[in-house]
């Protein structure tokens, strides 16, 4: 009956057809933990996405000089940006499902910020990434130095 599902809706984007999959995946494990049923028929190896549309996504430009709102697409939601409600709801399930608590997404943001402005050493190149204008936004507001770094930092002023 899934893979009946999943034909009917060939004319779907194989990433709308996923989306279809992960919540019929989630109701019918509940179904699972509730002993209606015994196995989960989605996780079935039979069972295959119909769809022959792909959505394709450009990547970033490696210009550093692109600004923000260039792309037509948020990285989340995609023509138009998450709610607030939403957001929450999808941070929410990315920690449990890592497990950790406290965790945002401007907490990824600093992350991935941080770990670009270490590996190029280009403030520009982090500023053009998070989509500010002036680099000293991008490094006042958004690049953290990890603790690591700080007592690297201190080893090296030992040995001077």
């Known amino acids: 009956m899934v893979q009946e599902y999943l034909s009917a809706r060939r004319h779907l ?4 057809q996923q989306k279809q999959m992960n919540v ?3 109701m019918l494990d509940m179904a699972v933990e509730d002993g ?3 196995l989960n028929p989605v996780k079935s190896k039979k069972v295959h996405l119909t769809s022959s ?5 450009e990547p970033l430009a490696r210009d550093a000089k692109q600004k923000a709102g260039s792309r037509s697409d948020f990285l989340f939601g995609g023509a138009e940006p998450l709610t607030y409600t939403q957001h929450r709801q ?3 399930r990315i920690c449990d499902q890592m497990e950790v608590k406290g965790v945002t997404g401007y907490t990824f943001r600093h992350t991935i910020i941080t770990d670009i402005c270490e590996a190029t050493h280009d403030a520009n190149i982090a500023s053009a990434v998070a989509g500010h204008s002036k680099t000293s936004i991008t490094m006042n507001r958004y690049s953290r130095a990890r603790q690591d770094a700080a007592k690297q ?5 030992e040995y001077l």
């Open 13 to 16: 984007a194989q990433e709308a």
């Open 90 to 92: 999808m941070m929410r």
């Open 36 to 38: 209606i049923i015994a």
């Open 53 to 57: 549309l792909k959505t394709e996504r």
């Open 24 to 26: 019929l995946r989630m």
């Open 153 to 157: 930092g201190m080893r090296a002023i």
